[in-house]
Structure formats: C-alpha cells, structure tokens
C-alpha cells in the first residue's frame, strides 16, 4: 500500500475514528486503526467490538493496500509532523513507513486478517433523519443518562420511532428528559432501541448543522450513516421503564423567568455546593425567586432573579446540576418552571421537550 494526503487531512479522519477505541483492549489489535486505501480514497476503521466506526477521506493512491497501525502512536506522530504532505506505504512484515519531505518514522503494523469486521446492514429500512434535528434531541436528552453500571438499562437512550414521530428518552431516576420530534418519513411499523451512552457521544461529535443521516436498525444493532462517518453499536437489551406514567399533568403554578438569569444565579449558588450538601434552595413569591446555599463550614450565598408566578409561595431544594444541565441547553430567552408543592417534582415543557426532575431535602 502506498498513499499520499494532506497532514490535516489525515490527522482528522484519525481524530475521527480512534475515541472508540479502548485504552484496556482485551486484543492488542483493538487497539489498532484499520487503514484500507482504494481508488482515491482512504477508510479508517476503529472498533471496541461493541462500537465501531469508520470515515473516508480523500488521497492520492499510488498502490492500494490494508494495514492497521497502533491508533495512539499514529495519531501522535501525524499530530506533531509539519505542516506538508504525508506519504505512507507498507514494506515487509508489516513495517509502515510515514514521511513527509524532512522526517521520516518507521513502525509496526499488524495485518488486517484478525480485525474484526464490522457488521452489514443488508435490506434493512432506511430511516431518514436531519442532522440538526438529531442533534438537538441529543442535546437536550443526552445529559439526563445514567451511569450506574447496576441500571445497565439506563445508560443509555431510548429511541422510539412511530409513523413520522422520533421521540428520545433519558433518565438516571432521579430526573427524566423527553423530547419528540416529526421526521419527514412516515413509517409502516415502529421501532423502539436504547441506544448506548458511548453511542451517543461518538453521534454527537460527528453530526453536523445540515444534511441527513440514515439510521438502519438490526436484530441487536444499529448504524448511523453520516455520509463521510458510519458508526455501528450493539444496542442495550432490555425493557426501558415506561415512562409515561410519571409525567406530570400541565400546571399553571409556573414560574417564568429569564433563562441566563436562572442559569447564572444557579451556578454561583452551586459554587457553595459539597458531596454531602448538593441542594440549592428557591424560594418562590408572586415576582422574586430567592436562590441561596448554606453549607456548614464552608458559607452560604442568596441571590433574588425576578419572576412571573401566580402560584403559592413555596420553599424547594434542588441538585443545582439538573438543573443547570437544562437551562444551558435550551435555546430560548425565557423559560417556564412548573412548581406545585416542595416535595414534587419540576418540569421544563418546550415545543415537545419535557424535563421532569426530583427534588431534593433541604438542610
């Protein structure tokens, strides 16, 4: 194999695909990105077993050809060499030599015959979804995921497809975020997957602002094709929680108030904020909510944002993190809080966004 390409164009398609890989591979090859040059273009490929991803990008071929090659050591060597053009090309037992026009490094691959093959997704349905919608939903669900490996079934998303609605569920029990959006296809069956937390994080580092993705569903996996990126996952198996029958009903006991103002005074209240003292206190009258912390030992803070609210005043303690993990990703200036009583849950609603979240003991 033989290839030349841009530096900055190779070191992006290594950035690409190499966080799927594992720092504790169980097989040395898994620590190995797969490099496959054909025509004009090159394919990387990385997997963990449970997550595998690969992209193309374009070189100059001069023989085609398959190596792997340690993922952190190329990576490296690619990131720190000038700014020109890398050749590479593979000599006997598997030495790769990578050189631009003043430094040469030589290093050892491994075959492609043990990397393992990724999965094909052969006369499934294709189902067609923007990119910046899928990465919205992901924005605003993505943080509410559990990472408790004994609620295996929570740590990761649920995906719900019915006729032309997608709607995607996180939760890690104590707070719950909802959000359903219409897909301009409307399917005959439905499909319903978790998707894993890994997944998700690999989905949002490769979406874009625009174009269209095509999720194919499997028996027990699934692929994302971004166009340029393809990521492929094993899915959670299980009974995701049913969800619906803890949404609260609409209340008109909401508070309005300007989403920066929430936002900002939460985070400095936080500051005071220790393991064993988490909860933030709001307390709510008719135009002031007062946000305040006491930590014993450390000090305490209070700070009053304005407010629109018709309901009656209460006193309610919250973990200052659900509730900043909301307000910075939402989008609009102001914000709705419903408050019923001190000892039931909050609710964001938002265009088919719902955000559900426990409150917490006060002192």
């Known amino acids: 194999m033989k290839f030349s390409v841009e530096k900055d164009i190779l070191l992006g398609g290594i950035q690409t695909v ?31 077993l449970d997550i595998g991803i690969s992209c193309v990008i374009p070189v100059d ?3 085609a050809g398959s190596i792997t090659i340690p993922a952190k050591r190329f990576g490296d060597i690619i990131r720190e060499l000038p700014l020109n053009e890398v050749s590479l090309n593979t000599k006997k037992n ?10 040469q490094f030589k290093i050892m691959g491994l075959s492609k015959d043990e990397f393992p093959r990724l999965p094909e997704f052969k006369d499934k349905e294709v189902i067609k979804i923007e990119q910046d919608v899928l990465r919205e939903m992901l924005s605003l669900t993505s943080f509410a995921v559990s990472f408790d490996e004994t609620r295996y079934i929570l740590n990761g998303i649920l995906f719900s497809i019915k006729k032309n609605k997608l709607t995607l569920v996180a939760t890690d029990g104590k707070r719950l975020a909802i959000i359903e959006k219409e897909i301009k296809q409307n399917l005959d069956k439905d499909f319903t997957m978790i998707v894993p937390i890994k997944t998700i994080q690999e989905l949002n580092r490769n979406l874009k602002e625009e174009g269209t993705l095509s999720l194919l569903l499997g028996s027990n996996q699934v692929m994302f094709d971004l166009g340029k990126a393809v ?52 307390e709510i009258f008719k135009d002031k909510m007062v946000i305040s912390k006491s930590t014993p030992d450390i000090g305490e803070s209070r700070e009053e944002v304005p407010v629109e609210y018709k309901g009656k005043e209460l006193v309610i303690g919250f973990n200052p993190v659900y509730l900043i993990d909301v307000l910075k990703n939402l989008a609009s200036d102001q914000v709705e809080f419903e408050l019923t009583d001190s000892e039931k849950p909050g609710v964001f609603r938002v265009n088919g966004y719902v955000y559900i979240v426990l409150p917490m003991r006060l002192g």
Request: some cysteine; hydrophobic content about 40%.
């Open 18 to 48: 190499q966080n799927v890989i594992s720092p504790k591979a169980a097989l040395p090859i898994l620590s190995n990105i797969l490099i496959e040059s054909q025509g004009g273009t090159l394919r990387l490929t990385a997997t963990d």
């Open 61 to 63: 071929t001069q023989e």
């Open 231 to 282: 990521i492929i996952s094993r899915l959670i198996e299980g009974e995701f929680p049913d969800y619906h029958q803890v949404i609260p009903l609409v209340s008109d006991a909401r508070i309005k108030v300007d989403r920066e103002e929430f936002l900002l005074a939460v985070k400095r209240a936080s500051l005071l904020s220790t393991p064993d003292y988490q909860a933030v206190k709001l």
């Open 94 to 103: 598997d030495l790769v030599v990578i050189e631009t026009k003043s430094c």
